[in-house]
């Protein structure tokens, strides 16, 4: 079942720029271009772009906060603005800036509020309030003011308001950015788990590529506005010619470099002890069977490519 459908997607900001010493005049900036945009229901979907690409602007646009200038938009069959109300009892929402919590408030509290605000029966909210305990660590610090919390320990509680109504689309702008290592772990942690239990679609837009690689299977990089890529990390290294290296260390330098087709020697230790090979169409076990027929192998690592590669090289092209 498609739960996010988007054609044709545009928003159009007007903005004033300077034109001369005294004039200003007002011109129009394509936020989002023409975003067309498929989910299905429980799939968690990357997307990320560069900054100013457009994606807090989709975000703003599927969660009923903007008006789009042009296109289709339906999420959970709604249209967001005009149903906004009726949307958010079906979305779950954490966007870095706003706050779902009551600064005042222990954070048990405010997840008390919101059982009423949203109407969520009593049993079926303690069953989910004991999940997300569980999974984010709550209690060390459920009993504090919102105010007095980390943002690691602030951020758990954000994840949990947005989801205790069990909704069945999630957003997430952000979610790891400036958290110290533990949060880290844990929020990515939670979210491979509602990933693999499979009852929540999310969309998730990011700067920290981790988060990618852990999450999603699917991946939307957005630049200018546009989607330059709708597919799986690995195609993108596919598109982008990334390529595994293999790094083998020797005993002995080589009396004579190794050839192998479809294997290129990217660089060479000075003493001549460490290589370092990039994959283009060759295995790692046949580059290594060559070598080793030829040379004494110290240690052999192969390194995966790295997806901040791709996507700077994709940025830049
Ligand atoms: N209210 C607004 N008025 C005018 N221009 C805007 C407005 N909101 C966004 N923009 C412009 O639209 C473009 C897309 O912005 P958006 O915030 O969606 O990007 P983003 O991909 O979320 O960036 P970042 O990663 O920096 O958050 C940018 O050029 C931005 O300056």
Request: aromatic share 6%.
């Amino acid at each position: 079942m498609t739960v996010i459908d988007v054609r044709g997607l545009r928003k159009d900001f007007t903005v004033r720029v300077k034109a001369g010493r005294f004039r200003r005049e007002a011109r129009t900036v394509a936020a989002v271009d023409g975003v067309d945009l498929a989910v299905e229901a429980g799939e968690m979907l990357g997307y990320i772009g560069p900054n100013g690409a457009g994606k807090s602007t989709t975000l703003k646009m599927l969660t009923g906060v903007l008006y789009p200038s042009a296109g289709h938009v339906r999420v959970c069959g709604l249209e967001p603005v005009p149903r906004r109300t009726r949307l958010a009892r079906r979305i779950g929402v954490v966007f870095g800036q706003r706050s779902q919590l009551w600064w005042d408030l222990p954070l048990r509290e405010s997840f008390e509020l919101l059982r009423h605000v949203y109407r969520v029966p009593a049993t079926d909210h303690r069953t989910r309030l004991k999940w997300y305990r569980d999974l984010l660590d709550l209690d060390a610090f459920a009993d504090l003011p919102v105010r007095q919390l980390s943002l690691g320990q602030r951020m758990r509680g954000e994840l949990t308001a947005a989801l205790l109504h069990g909704p069945e689309v999630l957003f997430l702008d952000e979610p790891t950015i400036g958290l110290d290592v533990v949060s880290k772990q844990a929020v990515r942690g939670f979210l491979a788990d509602l990933r693999d239990a499979g009852d929540t679609t999310v969309v998730l837009t990011t700067h920290d590529l981790a988060d990618i690689e852990r999450l999603c299977r699917r991946l939307v990089v957005i630049d200018h506005g546009r989607v330059v890529h709708d597919g799986t990390l690995e195609r993108l290294h596919e598109r982008y010619g990334s390529r595994r290296r293999v790094v083998v260390d020797l005993d002995e330098p080589l009396a004579t470099p190794v050839d192998l087709p479809g294997a290129t020697v990217e660089s060479v230790s000075a003493d001549g002890l460490r290589i370092s090979y990039a994959l283009d169409s060759a295995t790692a076990g046949a580059l290594v069977a060559r070598l080793a027929a030829v040379a004494s192998l110290r240690d052999i690592s192969v390194v995966e490519p790295d997806i901040e590669d791709v996507v700077a090289r994709l940025y830049r092209a």
